[in-house]
């Protein structure tokens, strides 16, 4: 009978201490800047009670598609609060390089105007009700990532900045030394869209500048290497990579770890 209780109570205590999954809670949220209307994409575990850590999420040159929208969901299973940003405008997706690449332009020709349209996104994301607005980082691909570098060198008030494939922008110049953003970059070493002899130009403008920053580099891996659709894309420096995408994860959340501890 003993031997029966114990096991009884045992099973009991496994039952009542199982984790409580939440439903993932997703939403369109419409906003505009510069009288251009957006529409980002909201995302968090409704499981997780107070506020938490958020994360911006800055789409490729393709616009906010469904790609940009599984990170973000794949972020709020981490228990971030996640917010994809629309960089382009309402319904502005396209899957042709030429038209990425103009509306990519018509955002990045201007730095002001580039920087501010992520930081209104970044305003909805630390606003909202179950964020800890102290505790915000920015992450993003290709076009994203060169994004969230612009955003840490303008110096706005967020832990962290993380770049998967993205351009190697130079810091200013005079950029400030204590910019409060510290900086991952994660690259991939077969990338053709970044020249290799500009990448030790790149990291002696990052030591100079005196930001907290590193950067890892994946051996084989082209650009894109975390989007498993790249390979559909007729172009030869696009390629899917899955250790490169599952190590810069890896990476991410290493990264998020010591941010927000």
Same mark, same amino acid.
């Given at each position: 009978? %003993?031997?029966?209780?114990?096991?009884?109570?045992?099973?009991?205590?496994?039952?009542?201490?199982?984790?409580?999954?939440?439903?993932?809670?997703?939403?369109?949220?419409?906003?505009? =800047? $510069?009288?251009?209307?957006?529409?980002?994409? /909201?995302?968090? $575990?409704?499981?997780?009670?107070?506020?938490?850590?958020?994360?911006?999420?800055?789409?490729?040159?393709?616009?906010?598609? @469904?790609?940009?929208?599984?990170?973000?969901?794949?972020?709020?299973? /981490?228990?971030?609060?996640?917010?994809?940003?629309?960089?382009?405008?309402?319904?502005?997706?396209?899957?042709?390089?030429?038209?990425?690449?103009?509306?990519?332009?018509?955002?990045?020709?201007?730095?002001?105007?580039?920087?501010?349209?992520?930081?209104?996104?970044?305003?909805?994301?630390?606003?909202?009700?179950?964020?800890?607005?102290?505790?915000?980082?920015?992450?993003?691909?290709?076009?994203?990532?060169?994004?969230?570098?612009? /955003?840490?060198?303008?110096?706005?008030?967020?832990?962290?900045?993380?770049?998967? =494939?993205?351009?190697?922008?130079? &810091? &200013?110049?005079?950029?400030?030394? @204590?910019?409060?953003?510290?900086?991952?970059?994660? =690259?991939?070493? +077969?990338? &053709?869209?970044?020249?290799?002899?500009?990448?030790?130009?790149?990291?002696?403008?990052?030591?100079?500048?005196?930001? @907290?920053?590193?950067?890892?580099?994946?051996?084989?891996?082209? =650009? +894109?290497?975390?989007? &498993?659709?790249?390979?559909?894309?007729?172009?030869?420096?696009?390629?899917?990579? %899955?250790?490169?995408?599952?190590?810069?994860?890896?990476?991410?959340?290493?990264?998020? @770890?010591?941010?927000?501890?």
């Amino acid at each position: 009978m %003993k031997c029966r209780l114990f096991i009884f109570a045992a099973l009991a205590f496994c039952i009542s201490s199982s984790p409580v999954f939440g439903k993932l809670v997703t939403e369109t949220v419409s906003y505009t =800047h $510069d009288d251009i209307k957006l529409d980002g994409y /909201l995302s968090y $575990d409704d499981a997780v009670e107070g506020k938490r850590p958020g994360v911006l999420v800055v789409h490729e040159w393709w616009g906010l598609n @469904d790609y940009a929208r599984q990170r973000a969901e794949q972020l709020a299973e /981490l228990g971030y609060v996640a917010f994809a940003v629309d960089m382009y405008g309402k319904g502005k997706v396209t899957e042709h390089p030429d038209k990425a690449a103009e509306w990519m332009k018509q955002v990045s020709g201007n730095i002001e105007k580039w920087r501010k349209r992520a930081m209104a996104g970044l305003e909805i994301l630390r606003n909202h009700s179950r964020t800890a607005g102290e505790k915000i980082a920015a992450i993003g691909y290709c076009f994203g990532g060169s994004t969230v570098q612009q /955003l840490a060198y303008s110096g706005t008030d967020i832990k962290g900045v993380v770049s998967f =494939h993205g351009s190697l922008v130079t &810091p &200013p110049e005079d950029i400030s030394s @204590d910019i409060p953003a510290r900086m991952l970059i994660l =690259h991939g070493a +077969s990338d &053709p869209m970044t020249e290799k002899k500009s990448i030790p130009d790149y990291l002696t403008a990052m030591e100079k500048s005196g930001i @907290d920053w590193q950067m890892v580099i994946y051996g084989g891996a082209k =650009h +894109s290497f975390t989007n &498993p659709n790249a390979d559909e894309v007729e172009m030869d420096a696009l390629a899917y990579s %899955k250790s490169a995408d599952q190590r810069s994860w890896a990476h991410m959340k290493l990264f998020f @770890d010591e941010l927000f501890r």
